[in-house]
């Protein structure tokens, strides 16, 4: 049921009073009356009334006093004012202080009905306009809300090209003022390199009604945004735009532009881990082959140099050339060992470390054949441990600070903290999609060298690349770097600039427990033995030499050049042999299912895996599988030896139970 208006009347005639109330009850209103004003006072305030009619001549408050204090409290109230002796001068006074309209009496009730029904009219009008205001400035707020608070750039240009509106990302994302970049046009910020590119682009979307989506280009630094927060001088940008026309039935004319311009910064980063690690991937196979390859030629000149020094007594003359020899071997491998570094990370000795001491061990060997080189440290107090190959994390610093020395010729200052930190998830994100939230340990290691340029900066983890002389560099150490941190499950980034020196901050995932101190290696010499051996190896040059050097040493050795022929070797007397050298990567059937085929023969068969690789990869899953040992190509006699030794002489289930390796 529709609520009745409701009416204050106010008269000190009460039989006007009365006549009023009688009239307008009659016509659908509710009427409530009194002939005082101080009581008028007391009365309005009990209840929210919709029109006021109100005689100008109330002996102890007239209606003007009256009507100032109801609007005062009420701004918006419809009052109607009464007066038997009414002027102009009255009149005018009256709708001055605000009053809708007067009535002189004596009035008709069809003039009476007529303003009051007007009053309320323009009453209902009033308050509607107000809701419709409200609304308007919620929907206005809430659109400068959306606009304003948008991560992205929102613009409008002019038939000239010049701002004419930013939001407020122009400032907090590109680091510009608002009121700096109206009326510039919008060259102003396009990075150098782009402006040609852009101006061709924008004038062909000036000829006709065409959009603009997802162009790129690239937006020069604010002076809001310094280089140091944003690591470059320049951001990578998207942006969606449309012309503006005026509405025409003939000839539309272009009038200025609206557009969205998007920070791509952190895709791009993405991007560019991407494209990195299918990089990376695909030189970790090439090289990873290579890598083999060559070990397996390494292995070669080493086997012979061990013969060789095992015929030669310790006075003669060519033992010292062969050491040599050996030592240009080892050196070799090790340049392997950098490939193979960067194709899985080859850590193989994890354990809980800190990072602390092994920093602290790598700054007193480093400073005390680089003491051009100051070294500063600020390491945190109770570093949390971390899980790592102690020496994998040796060889990522010594590359950095070698990278680090070649940057600062004439000397410097080498800079490296240690920090906890706790990455949330949208941390993590921020630093590299492959990065988990929880705990790291962060290093940084500082120079104040030359720095690199933004070209250079974006290619110093890819293999092979150096800026160094011919001769001077591998283009391996920063690569090898990135793929230890990466297989430990952390993160590598780099920020310089030219002449300012350069920054490489490592995360590390901590680990709870305790540190493991390192066990230094035992010394080891030649051990001989007389055991059978099933030697399994593709490469015919390596069979011979691993043959006449265990045979120096007292073994009865066979070898099969492919997984099939030593299946089959092994098939005819399975207890002949007592142990099995396999290699890992052999064409038709692999190592893997070499091994495999060998335990379904034999659940108790001792298998060595001999190859160029790591430890790590497929060699990892045989060893999980139960294969008993592993040696990494090229390996010196005393090393085969010993640890032939120790796999013989481990306890195995069934061991003295078959003698026919004896007849």
Known sequence: MEERPAIYIVDDEYRMCHSLRSLLKQRGFEVEFTTSG????????QKPYDLFLLDIGIPDLDGFQLMDAILERLPDAAIIMMTGDATVDTAVRALRRGAYDYLKKPFNPEELEKTVHNALDRQRLKRENRRIQRRLRLSENRYRFLVQKSPDLIYTLDSRGRFTFVNQAAESVFGYRIADL??????????????????????????????????EMRFKTGPQRTVQESGTDMIPVELNATGIYTRSNASPAYVGTYGVVRDISYRKMLETQLLHARKMEAIGNLSGGIAHDFNNLLMGIQGNVSLMQTDLEGDHPHLDRLQQIEQHVQAGAGLTRQLLGFVNGGAVEIKRLDINTIIRKQNRMFGRTHREIS????LVENVWAIKADTVQIEQVLLNLYINAWHAMPRGGVLKI??????????????RSSQLLPGRYVAITVTDNGCGMDRQTLQKIFDPFFTTKPKGRGTG??????YAIIKNHGGHISAQSREGHGSRFSILLPAKNGKVHPRNPLKPKSLVRGSEQILMIDDEGAVLQICRDNLKRLGYVVVTA???EEGIQLYEERPYRFDL???????????????????KAINPDVKVLLATGYSEDGQAREILNEGCKGFIQKPFKLEQLSAIIRDLLDEACPGAGAATDHLT
């Open 375 to 378: 070294m500063k440290t600020r």
């Open 182 to 215: 109206i009326g510039q046009p919008y060259q102003a910020i396009l990075f150098d390199e782009d402006r040609e590119k852009v101006r061709w682009h924008i004038r062909e979307r000036r000829t006709g009604l065409r959009s603009t989506a997802g162009y």
């Open 417 to 430: 903290t240690t920090a906890n930190v706790t990455l949330s998830e949208d941390d993590a994100l921020r």
């Open 38 to 45: 101080t009581t008028a006072l007391e009365g309005f305030n």
């Open 561 to 563: 050049e492919s997984g």
């Open 580 to 598: 099995v050298i396999l290699d890992m990567i052999m064409p038709g059937l692999s190592g893997a299912d070499t091994y495999r085929r060998l």
């Open 476 to 481: 391996l150490g920063l690569a090898t770097a």
